[in-house]
């Protein structure tokens, strides 16, 4: 370009450029500061990326659970992905209880048919949504709180018999992971 | 004593380095002829206690490093190893652990001093700040430090505390998965947190200097709060306060050594002493003593925050939780500001000492609160009282000191200050007993 920008602090320059006009210099500062971030950022990102689950955590992602030993009103713990997955093999009164609740009242408000894939196989992660504890229930002998689901002992939040929050300081309800039956026993969760 | 021009000191080879890199100059003023308030009690030995912590817990650390393997396989028993099997390993690892006790007590009983005399207040708000830095440092370092034996506690202590994040909105659960490096605490997690826990006690030595560094830019604070006026109110740091900081760490040296060698378990958990298992949560999980307070706010807020009568929710209980917590540690930062006296001792201000007094039995309540489980109660009699309302009722008091100070500094009449700090230590004559003192200036 041909009109040449005066230098800082060198008197006026041409008048187009004068007070609060962007100069080049200006525009040149922009764009180095600019390309300085981005450039910081992108030398950034390896570094705080590699910090994610690397490809061998992610590999271990998935888990197959052979259902057929599960008796009607047993539960099972599986590991998927260094976290506790219960399995229940829920009897007929506990879907009935899990189906009978007005969904609006909820806290987490999603219908039973919503969580379980097959009504009589409930499958969640067993880790409370407050703040990773696993909660009580799986024996038959554990306090399973006024719900008949689960109870999370660290701070005492209640869950019903589709693992749905319903007292407590638990936000969400227990996650049901992604899962799949491969045959009518057996499922291959994640 | 030396002192004049720089380098004309007696030792040749002394003389010689000092011309080229004047460090001993730099010692000899910042340490020797260093002008200090002449009326320290001995609240103002926990700074240099607290410095003298610090050193022992990155000394016996990096011991224990040589014989520690961040594996989740082999971390509890390596840490069993050196109880067991590593000559004295016993001892350095009971002298770091105990250790970090004793660094957060000499470190509250500093901050503590503080807040009482109004050493945060101009010219030491930058100092008082990077204070709160540093504590925050400690605070992490301490946390990634007690995951490293593996134990129970360990596992379900960061489970906990890594899971805070969760409750930040949209990101939460991708920042918790970053923590961890996976699914859920792992050897990843374990990894780092040895990685960061060897680190960051280097970042606090950092910070610690600029403590100092800033701390002999504006001069000690002093019980009375009233800024030396002129020689006859100070005194050299050295031989005076040498020989009193000694004093003091000799003293709480041997009280660290008395829980080092008689009672190495005092401040830990029982449950530590189990492997951690992902599949198992302890039936009471509580933090180090040192976190008990923060806990307990955090486990206070067990309401969601919502505008009334329309039933939207601004921010549910375990964000509310969160914020809470770190908010008891941030408003540190802005402490300063929101004390609108200009008067700095306690001494001075009857209402302020008794509002410091009520938030240090509100913290002490915090801590016991903290300790118990969630669903705990008193029974006074009939009554039942939850201890939930006891830790919101702390919790109350906790940031409405805080919040109160702006109040307090514009109602409250202080009593009058003296006129220096030479005048009620001789009844009289500021200008006399300038024995001590050299010749110097200072504001």
Same mark, same amino acid.
Request: proline residues 8%; neutral net charge; charged residues 15%.
């Given at each position: 370009?041909?009109?040449?920008?005066?230098?800082?602090g060198?008197?006026?320059?041409?008048?187009?450029?004068?007070?609060?006009?962007?100069?080049?210099?200006?525009?040149?500062?922009?764009?180095?500061?600019?390309?300085g971030?981005?450039g910081a950022?992108?030398?950034?990102?390896?570094?705080?990326?590699?910090?994610?689950?690397?490809?061998?955590?992610?590999?271990?992602?998935?888990?197959?659970?052979?259902?057929a030993?599960?008796?009607?009103?047993?539960?099972?713990?599986?590991?998927?992905?260094?976290?506790?997955?219960?399995i229940r093999?829920?009897?007929?009164?506990?879907?009935?209880?899990?189906?009978?609740?007005?969904?609006?009242?909820l806290?987490?408000?999603?219908?039973?048919?919503?969580?379980?894939?097959?009504?009589?196989?409930?499958?969640?992660?067993?880790?409370?949504?407050?703040?990773?504890?696993?909660?009580?229930?799986?024996k038959?002998?554990?306090?399973?709180?006024?719900?008949?689901?689960?109870?999370?002992?660290?701070?005492?939040?209640?869950?019903?018999?589709?693992?749905?929050?319903?007292?407590?300081?638990?936000?969400?309800?227990?996650?049901?992971?992604s899962?799949?039956?491969?045959?009518?026993?057996?499922?291959?969760?994640? | 004593?030396?002192?004049?021009?720089?380098?004309?000191?007696?030792?040749?080879?002394?003389?010689?380095?000092?011309q080229?890199?004047?460090?001993?100059?730099?010692?000899?003023?910042?340490?020797?002829?260093?002008?200090?308030?002449?009326?320290?009690?001995?609240?103002?030995?926990?700074?240099?206690?607290?410095?003298?912590?610090?050193v022992?817990?990155?000394?016996?650390?990096?011991v224990?490093?040589?014989?520690?393997?961040?594996?989740?396989?082999?971390?509890?028993?390596?840490?069993?190893?050196?109880?067991?099997?590593?000559?004295?390993?016993?001892?350095?690892r009971?002298?770091?652990?105990?250790?970090?006790?004793?660094?957060?007590?000499?470190?509250?009983?500093?901050?503590?001093?503080?807040?009482?005399?109004?050493?945060?207040?101009?010219?030491?708000? *930058?100092?008082?700040? &990077?204070?709160? /830095?540093i +504590? $925050?440092?400690?605070m =992490?370092?301490?946390?990634? #430090?007690?995951?490293? !034996?593996?134990?129970?506690m360990?596992?379900?202590?960061?489970?906990?505390i890594?899971?805070?994040?969760?409750?930040?909105?949209?990101?939460?659960?991708?920042?918790?998965?970053?923590?961890?490096?996976?699914?859920?605490?792992?050897?990843?997690?374990?990894?780092?947190?040895?990685?960061?826990?060897?680190? *960051?006690?280097?970042? &606090?030595?950092? /910070?610690? +200097? $600029?403590?100092?560094? =800033?701390?002999?830019?504006? #001069?000690?604070?002093n !019980?009375?709060?009233?800024?030396?006026?002129?020689?006859?109110?100070?005194?050299?740091?050295?031989?005076?306060?040498?020989?009193?900081?000694?004093?003091?760490?000799?003293?709480?040296?041997?009280?660290?050594?008395?829980?080092?060698?008689?009672?190495?378990n005092?401040?830990?958990?029982p449950?530590?002493?189990?492997?951690?298992?992902?599949?198992?949560?302890?039936?009471?999980?509580?933090?180090?003593?040192?976190?008990?307070?923060?806990?307990?706010?955090?486990?206070?807020i067990?309401?969601?925050?919502?505008?009334?009568?329309?039933?939207?929710?601004?921010?549910?209980?375990?964000?509310?939780?969160?914020?809470?917590?770190?908010?008891?540690?941030?408003?540190?930062?802005i402490?300063?500001?929101l004390?609108t006296?200009?008067?700095?001792?306690?001494?001075f201000?009857?209402?302020?000492?008794?509002?410091?007094?009520?938030?240090?039995?509100?913290f002490?309540?915090?801590?016991?609160?903290?300790?118990?489980?969630a669903?705990?109660?008193?029974?006074?009699?009939?009554?039942?009282?939850?201890?939930?309302?006891?830790?919101?009722?702390?919790?109350?008091?906790?940031?409405?000191?805080?919040?109160?100070?702006?109040?307090?500094?514009?109602?409250?009449?202080?009593?009058?200050?003296?006129?220096?700090?030479?005048?009620?230590?001789?009844?009289?004559?500021?200008?006399?007993?300038g024995?001590?003192?050299?010749?110097m200036?200072?504001?």
């Amino acid at each position: 370009m041909a009109d040449t920008t005066q230098t800082a602090g060198h008197g006026p320059g041409s008048g187009s450029h004068s007070g609060g006009d962007p100069t080049r210099r200006d525009f040149i500062y922009l764009a180095a500061a600019a390309t300085g971030v981005v450039g910081a950022a992108v030398t950034a990102w390896p570094f705080i990326d590699s910090l994610n689950p690397a490809a061998d955590t992610l590999a271990l992602a998935s888990t197959d659970v052979d259902l057929a030993p599960v008796q009607v009103g047993q539960s099972i713990t599986v590991t998927w992905r260094g976290k506790p997955v219960f399995i229940r093999h829920r009897t007929p009164e506990e879907i009935k209880s899990a189906v009978d609740v007005n969904v609006s009242e909820l806290r987490d408000p999603q219908t039973d048919a919503a969580r379980a894939k097959k009504p009589e196989w409930l499958i969640v992660v067993g880790i409370c949504t407050h703040l990773g504890c696993i909660p009580l229930g799986q024996k038959n002998s554990d306090p399973r709180g006024e719900y008949g689901g689960w109870f999370c002992p660290c701070h005492g939040s209640v869950y019903d018999t589709s693992g749905r929050i319903r007292k407590g300081p638990a936000p969400r309800n227990l996650e049901v992971p992604s899962y799949a039956f491969k045959t009518d026993t057996s499922i291959r969760i994640g | 004593m030396a002192h004049g021009p720089s380098s004309s000191f007696k030792n040749p080879v002394v003389n010689w380095l000092d011309q080229r890199l004047p460090i001993f100059t730099m010692i000899q003023k910042e340490y020797g002829v260093f002008p200090t308030p002449r009326n320290f009690n001995y609240f103002w030995n926990f700074g240099a206690i607290a410095m003298i912590m610090l050193v022992t817990m990155i000394v016996s650390g990096i011991v224990l490093a040589m014989h520690y393997t961040p594996n989740t396989n082999l971390a509890f028993n390596s840490v069993e190893r050196i109880m067991r099997d590593v000559n004295f390993g016993w001892l350095i690892r009971y002298i770091h652990m105990n250790g970090a006790s004793f660094f957060f007590i000499a470190v509250y009983i500093h901050i503590f001093r503080g807040l009482y005399y109004g050493s945060y207040k101009k010219p030491r708000e *930058l100092l008082w700040m &990077i204070g709160v /830095v540093i +504590f $925050l440092l400690m605070m =992490a370092t301490a946390f990634m #430090g007690y995951v490293l !034996p593996w134990g129970q506690m360990s596992f379900w202590g960061a489970t906990v505390i890594t899971n805070l994040f969760s409750a930040l909105p949209l990101v939460g659960q991708d920042i918790v998965t970053l923590l961890w490096g996976g699914f859920s605490v792992d050897n990843p997690t374990l990894n780092r947190f040895f990685a960061l826990h060897y680190l *960051l006690p280097f970042v &606090i030595a950092a /910070v610690v +200097f $600029l403590h100092v560094a =800033a701390l002999h830019v504006t #001069g000690s604070n002093n !019980p009375l709060g009233v800024e030396p006026k002129g020689p006859q109110d100070t005194l050299p740091f050295h031989p005076y306060y040498t020989v009193k900081d000694s004093f003091g760490t000799v003293v709480y040296l041997a009280i660290f050594a008395a829980f080092v060698f008689y009672a190495p378990n005092f401040f830990g958990e029982p449950d530590n002493y189990i492997q951690a298992n992902p599949m198992v949560t302890p039936p009471h999980i509580v933090p180090e003593w040192y976190f008990l307070p923060y806990y307990a706010i955090l486990r206070s807020i067990t309401f969601d925050i919502s505008i009334p009568f329309t039933g939207l929710k601004l921010i549910e209980a375990k964000l509310g939780g969160v914020i809470a917590m770190f908010g008891s540690i941030a408003i540190l930062f802005i402490l300063p500001w929101l004390d609108t006296s200009p008067v700095r001792s306690a001494r001075f201000r009857p209402i302020f000492k008794k509002g410091i007094l009520a938030f240090l039995v509100a913290f002490f309540l915090l801590m016991y609160v903290g300790a118990q489980t969630a669903d705990a109660a008193w029974h006074l009699g009939g009554l039942e009282i939850p201890l939930v309302y006891v830790g919101q009722f702390a919790t109350l008091v906790y940031f409405g000191f805080f919040l109160s100070l702006p109040f307090v500094g514009l109602i409250e009449k202080p009593l009058p200050l003296p006129a220096s700090i030479a005048k009620p230590v001789l009844g009289g004559g500021a200008t006399a007993a300038g024995a001590a003192a050299k010749p110097m200036e200072k504001a």
